[in-house]
Nanobody, 120 residues
């Protein structure tokens, strides 16, 4: 089994910053791509940013220039630095990871989410 645990969410004023972290643990041989997704009330879950094992990144247009995704492969951790936050960034943020397990299965895992609330 593999677990993803997010942290770092909270309440922040518009224009502020937050840093989310997600640690993967369990029967991990290797982690391929990792990413952050978000789901606002009444909306579908959407991609925020992804990062490959080699460090290539991809961002949603709505967060480009404001959010930065990074990862520490030695710690099986992915981060999301969020700057210049806007009320429309309010959502539950979910961590995602493509994990190669110690038994060589490739499985897509999700964390339980962390709430980010941006007040105007």
């Amino acid at each position: 089994q593999v677990q993803l645990v997010e942290s770092g969410g909270g309440l922040v004023q518009a224009g502020g910053s937050l840093r989310l972290s997600c640690v993967a643990s369990g029967n991990i041989f290797r982690i391929n791509a990792m990413g952050w997704y978000r789901q606002a009330p009444g909306k579908q879950r959407e991609l925020v940013a992804t990062i490959t094992n080699g460090g290539s990144t991809n961002y949603a247009d709505s967060v480009k220039g404001r959010f930065t995704i990074s990862r520490d492969n030695a710690k099986n951790t992915v981060y999301l630095q969020m700057n210049s936050l806007k009320p429309e960034d309010t959502a539950v943020y979910y961590c995602n990871a493509g994990v190669v397990t110690t038994t060589y299965y490739v499985i897509n895992y999700w964390g339980k989410g962390t709430l980010v609330t941006v007040s105007s």
